[in-house]
């Protein structure tokens, strides 16, 4: 029998009772969908799926894309590889992903949905990945916070942000820098499904506010960043092997943390997935 319960009184719910690659009726699944919507996670424990019951599992929430370093891919599959196992002396996935507070695709005029992580292989310790409520950090914003943002836009930085996000690759290079260009994202976001507004103004790399005088914008972004994930509008999940995450990009943001990479292996596998006008 489906039972969804509360992960934290903020964030997430725990979904069981469900095989996830049996059937699941549209009843179920309409259950489902709903919380994940209002909690912005769902956590599935002791799941194992192959990589098309995977990219089958994510159709069910939206069109599933693959937006990102392709070199990471499973061949032509949607699916990113997030590991440091070798393979033939090659890595078969990308090492190091996301160890600051962000929100998957943020740098795209169309940024996805959602994202779904697999646990295939997991470290016994580390490696443990933080989400962050943005519906609940709204409503807890002061209030002359929450005016002044509301109809700001926040410029993400893909350059600005590399050095941040992922110091051992160097600087972003000539072409990079000429691909990688601003993108305006506004600070506060309506979810186009609940009608909720969300907190939308990234992680700690530094981006700016549109329009407006660094020395006034800096402060305020910094507020709102670290305001967003306050420990009490977040969960730390400790993977299992088996364990699945969805989580919505529009309503969360997350951070993967460290661990042995040299002792121990661990392998993880990313889809994400367009949501078109709701399901």
């Known amino acids: 029998m489906l039972t969804l319960t509360p992960i934290t009184p903020r964030i997430g719910t725990e979904v069981s009772g469900i095989d996830v690659n049996a059937p699941i009726s549209d009843e179920d699944f309409a259950r489902i969908y709903q919380a994940w919507i209002d909690t912005t996670i769902l956590v599935f424990r002791g799941q194992h799926m192959t990589q098309d019951q995977q990219v ?7 069109d599933v894309v693959s937006y990102t370093r392709r070199m990471f891919s499973a061949g032509e599959s949607p699916i990113l590889i997030l590991s440091n196992i070798r393979e033939n002396g090659k890595l078969v996935g990308s090492p190091v992903s996301g160890r600051v507070w ?3 695709g943020h740098y795209l005029s169309d940024p996805p949905s ?5 646990a295939v292989e997991v470290p016994p310790t ?3 990945t933080f989400f962050a409520n943005m519906f609940a950090a709204y409503e807890e914003l002061p209030d002359p916070i929450r005016r002044r943002i509301e109809d700001e836009k926040v410029v993400v930085s893909r350059v600005q942000s590399r050095p941040y996000n ?8 000539e072409q990079e820098c000429q ?4 993108m305006p994202q506004p600070m506060v976001l309506r979810h186009p499904e609940n009608g909720k ?17 660094e020395a006034e914008s800096a402060p305020l972004v910094t507020f709102v960043q670290e305001f967003s994930v306050m420990e009490k509008f977040t969960y730390r999940h400790h993977w299992r092997a088996g364990d699945i995450i969805v989580w919505d990009n529009r ?3 997350h951070r993967a943390t460290g661990y042995d990479q040299v002792n121990h292996r661990r392998r993880m596998h990313r889809t994400t997935f367009d949501v078109r006008g709701g399901n």
């Open 56 to 62: 089958e599992f994510t159709a069910r929430f939206g």
């Open 102 to 104: 962000h929100t998957d």
């Open 114 to 118: 959602g994202s779904i992580l697999h």
């Open 126 to 128: 580390g490696g443990d």
């Open 166 to 173: 992922y110091p051992e690759r160097g600087p972003a290079n």
């Open 179 to 182: 691909e990688w260009v601003d």
């Open 197 to 213: 507004k969300a907190i939308y103004a990234g992680g700690n790399v530094p981006w700016r506010i549109a329009g407006m005088d």
């Open 251 to 253: 309503s969360a943001m």
